[in-house]
């Protein structure tokens, strides 16, 4: 079910659009019904198709699609690092492996025990030349070293807000 202030989000965003193509908003409608957990359930999913009178199979299809979308509870902060290959050429790798070791998440990254960071290896966030880079709900950081992730993960968990860190990087 849609708060109200969801409800209003989503009319916002349904003005944008044509009434007989309301399909086109899944994408925004999705990260606006993620926002209130981090993730996506199924009454998530089928509140989302009825809005856009599309069937819940295409809500599933496009959150299969997109990595933005989670089906499974995730830490208030997604940690998302490239791995790709031309990252991976300038450290990420490494990179990702000792932020996984010093957030105790183990070598594939998870969720903290704390439940405040996900931690994930991505291929591709458009930032080859600055890898290390990473993205944390879609706050982009880059050049990245192991003395500032370990503060951007300090100023996290003193409860500074991700705009506010991400303003550094």
Request: charged share 30%; hydrophobic share 35%; aromatic share 8%.
């Amino acid at each position: 079910m849609w708060s109200e202030k969801e409800q209003q989000e989503l009319d916002k965003i349904l003005e944008k659009y044509p009434p007989d193509r309301k399909m086109s908003a899944v994408l925004p409608a999705l990260y606006v019904v993620q926002q209130r957990k981090n993730y996506l359930d199924d009454d998530d999913i089928k509140d989302v198709a009825e809005a856009l009178d599309v069937t819940v199979t295409h809500v599933h299809s496009v959150i299969g699609f997109y990595t933005l979308f989670r089906k499974e509870p995730t830490g208030k902060y997604m940690v998302q690092v490239c791995t790709d290959l031309p990252c991976a050429l300038r450290g990420a790798e490494d990179f990702y492996r000792r932020l996984c070791e010093r957030l105790e998440v183990g070598s594939h990254g998870g969720t903290t025990d704390d439940d405040l960071f996900t931690i994930e290896s991505v291929v591709c966030i458009a930032a080859c030349d600055k890898a290390p880079c990473m993205q944390i709900n879609l706050e982009f950081f880059e050049n990245l070293t192991d003395d500032q992730i370990d503060e951007v993960i300090k100023r996290l968990r003193q409860g500074e807000s991700l705009t506010t860190v991400a303003t550094n990087y």
